[in-house]
């Protein structure tokens, strides 16, 4: 297993876009979140599955969000119609169970023109 | 919620010099405790946790010990690298939820 695996990169985008980000976590981790991060700042919660079921979302987590977990394995972000405000690092993390602390992917980076 | 109070940054050291980045936490009940570190244009790791008070978590001669009576969970290293150069982040965990993360401390080690 190589770890906690995101796609793409990097991604630049117009304002107005559609984005989606897939998360491919650890196999046999249940648990999967999305943190975001802006320049200088510690990652920011915004939701999280525990198998394919998403048990909380963030206020930060507008309605042009969208997260899901078919399956329980794979997980994509989707931001609709994007705005400047949305360019940050995206980042995914896994876990088998709360205390054995959390694997994170390498981000994905996402930049609105 | 859970909240965390760490010292701000950058912290810049020299080489080989003493290090003490403090943290002091916010969260009901008995909280696991852990540090993350992030080195640049990466996602953070892992580095140590403790679980119980007294613990004493450790990894790549990083060390921080739970301490429930003053809340704190301070990691320290002997003798820092220019490696170790990076973002360091505490963060507790009382199994709600997530893991909620403070805006960390940049530690810069110069040769």
């Known amino acids: 297993d190589t770890g906690v695996s995101q796609d793409p990169r990097h991604k630049i985008t117009k304002r107005g876009q559609n984005v989606t980000f897939r998360c491919d976590p650890i196999?046999?981790?249940?648990?999967l979140y999305w943190y975001r991060q802006t320049l200088g700042q510690g990652p920011e919660f915004l939701t999280y599955?525990?198998?394919?079921?998403?048990?909380?979302k963030s206020r930060l987590l507008s309605d042009r969000f969208s997260a899901e977990r078919p399956k329980g394995s794979f997980s994509t972000l989707e931001i609709q119609r994007t705005e400047q405000g949305d360019s940050a690092m995206y980042l995914c993390?896994?876990?088998?169970?709360?205390?054995?602390?959390?694997?994170f992917g390498s981000g994905t980076r996402l930049t609105v023109v | 919620g859970d909240s965390v109070t760490q010292m701000e940054g950058p912290v810049t050291l020299s080489e080989e010099a003493f290090l003490t980045i403090n943290c002091t936490y916010t969260?009901?009940?008995?909280?696991?405790l852990f540090w993350y570190v992030q080195y640049p244009g990466e996602g953070l790791q892992l580095l140590l946790k403790?679980?119980?008070?007294?613990d004493k978590g450790s990894n790549k001669g990083f060390e921080a010990t739970y301490r429930k009576e003053t809340t704190s969970f301070h990691l320290e290293k002997g003798s820092v690298q220019v490696s170790d150069s990076a973002v360091y982040f505490c963060?507790?965990?009382?199994?709600?939820?997530?893991?909620?993360f403070g805006s960390g401390t940049r530690l810069q080690v110069q040769p």
């Open positions: 969260a009901t009940g008995y909280p696991s």
């Open positions: 196999s046999e981790h249940n648990r």
């Open positions: 403790a679980t119980k008070a007294d």
């Open positions: 993390a896994s876990s088998l169970e709360d205390n054995y602390g959390y694997t």
């Open positions: 599955f525990q198998n394919e079921a998403q048990l909380e």
């Open positions: 963060a507790p965990f009382t199994g709600r939820r997530a893991l909620t």
